[in-house]
């Protein structure tokens, strides 16, 4: 957990406030390998960016990442909530200067297989209230390009959410 909190840059004082809970849960997240956690970390951050393409993140949202970082993490729904919470916060607060950078370190941590997953499931967080705004499906495609996904791939990924692609319902932010 420690390295989730450096990457993320929460110091422990910050945590301490939040309850036995959260110190437990923590506890448990510091037992993970470090490069795991490290991947954990950016995973988590980079699905909130998607999220927070129009600076809202919605309960849906929130729930999708969860999952995703249970089924990809392996780890238990109450860690899960706490990385996504913490990495919700973080990209909030420093998401424009993080971006790149958080998503620099998964391309460094990272197989070709676990980043074409990771645009898969960001495809999944923006499509779960069944539409993708164009605003969303450029982010996507822009950190495909940061984790050096090959073009081919990320067509790929995109054609099988077509049918959420605003630009194919023609919808507009706000509909």
């Known amino acids: 957990m420690r390295i989730i909190r450096d990457l993320l840059g929460m110091s422990s004082e ?4 939040g309850g036995d809970t959260i110190r ?23 699905l909130s ?13 929130v729930a999708a990442m969860e999952d995703l970082v249970i089924k990809k993490g392996g780890v238990t729904d109450s860690q899960a909530a706490l990385i996504v919470q913490m990495a919700r916060s973080q990209q909030k607060l420093f998401g424009a200067t993080d971006d790149f ?8 941590v990272a197989n070709y ?5 990771l645009i898969d499931c960001l495809y ?11 605003a969303e499906a450029n982010e996507i ?6 984790l050096k996904v090959e ?9 099988r959410y077509r049918d959420f692609l605003e630009a194919r319902k023609g919808l507009t932010p706000g509909d």
Do not use: C, M
């Open 124 to 134: 999944a967080v923006a499509a779960v209230d069944e539409r993708i705004f164009n």
């Open 113 to 117: 297989e676990q980043k074409v997953s």
């Open 151 to 159: 073009q081919a791939d990320l067509s790929n990924l995109r054609s």
């Open 14 to 17: 910050g945590e301490r406030s």
């Open 24 to 46: 437990r849960i923590a506890d448990e997240l510091d037992r993970l390998e470090p490069d795991h956690a490290k991947y954990l970390a950016s995973f988590a951050f980079i």
């Open 101 to 108: 950078l958080v998503t620099r370190e998964l391309e460094r």
């Open 141 to 146: 495609s822009r950190i495909g390009r940061e």
């Open 49 to 61: 960016r998607v999220a927070n393409v129009d600076h809202e993140v919605t309960a849906d949202e």
